[in-house]
């Protein structure tokens, strides 16, 4: 399913997650490797923001988390003080490629914990849960979560608000992003549900990524 809305002056294409995922399969069937994609997805979570140190990213599994460690490497690499906080080792080869990165230019990789104190960090961001997320967010994902909301620190959701249902806006529980750097195309349930209450700023990066057609369903 696919929608147009003005947003920020601009005619943009609003996609559901299925949408998302066959276009992220097709770019990557027609040539595009995917561990570029998650480069590009963390380079332009890193051009979104004006970055001031210390900065903590929470990162869990997937891809979601993949392009946590990716903007993890182009702070080491610009000299911005960071650390990874990771909830999941679940991680895709993609994944692993950028978490290896990261611990080779020396940014330090702890397991999340419950009492790390995120009111420390200027910026923290959002890498644990990406757009398929459906129902209620569980342990540690939880805590993590509302860690995160009573830090008082400046939140980058990574793609989308985590605990936000991609497709609907439902969520019972859910990271209150300052600014969600939405990745590829925005999606529908940004703009539903409790989607506007959580997601904060909006903006979309362009990395790439060609729009599948909708289903004859829709």
């Known amino acids: 399913?696919?929608?147009?809305?003005?947003?920020?002056?601009?005619?943009?294409?609003?996609v559901s997650v299925d949408t998302m995922r066959r276009s992220d399969a097709?770019?990557?069937?027609?040539?595009?490797?995917?561990?570029?994609?998650?480069?590009?997805?963390?380079?332009g979570i890193f051009d979104a923001v004006a970055w001031r140190a210390p900065v903590a990213i929470l990162a869990g599994g997937g891809n979601n988390g993949g392009?946590?460690?990716?903007?993890?490497?182009?702070?080491?690499?610009?000299?911005?003080?960071?650390?990874?906080?990771?909830?999941?080792?679940?991680?895709?080869?993609?994944?692993?490629?950028?978490?290896?990165?990261?611990?080779?230019?020396?940014?330090p990789i702890q397991p999340w914990r419950e009492d790390v104190d995120l009111s420390a960090y200027a910026?923290?961001?959002d890498a644990l849960l990406g757009t398929g997320f459906q129902g209620n967010v569980r342990s540690p994902l939880?805590?993590?979560?509302?860690?995160?909301?009573?830090?008082?620190?400046?939140?980058?959701s990574a793609d989308i608000s985590s605990g936000l249902n991609g497709d609907t806006g439902q969520a019972e529980l859910a990271v209150q992003a300052d600014l969600t750097v939405s990745i590829g195309f925005y999606k529908l349930g940004m703009f539903r549900g409790r989607g506007p209450e959580v997601s904060g700023r909006l903006v979309n990066v362009d990395i790439g990524i060609q729009l599948a057609q909708e289903r004859p369903d829709g």
């Open 1 to 14: 399913m696919q929608e147009q809305r003005m947003i920020n002056g601009r005619m943009e294409t609003l």
């Open 26 to 43: 097709m770019t990557i069937a027609g040539g595009v490797p995917s561990l570029e994609l998650m480069g590009r997805a963390g380079q």
């Open 67 to 107: 392009d946590g460690y990716a903007l993890a490497c182009l702070l080491a690499a610009a000299g911005i003080q960071t650390r990874v906080y990771a909830l999941s080792d679940k991680l895709s080869p993609d994944g692993r490629h950028y978490r290896d990165k990261a611990l080779s230019l020396e940014v």
């Open 123 to 125: 910026i923290l961001v």
């Open 142 to 156: 939880r805590e993590a979560i509302m860690a995160i909301n009573r830090s008082g620190a400046y939140v980058v």
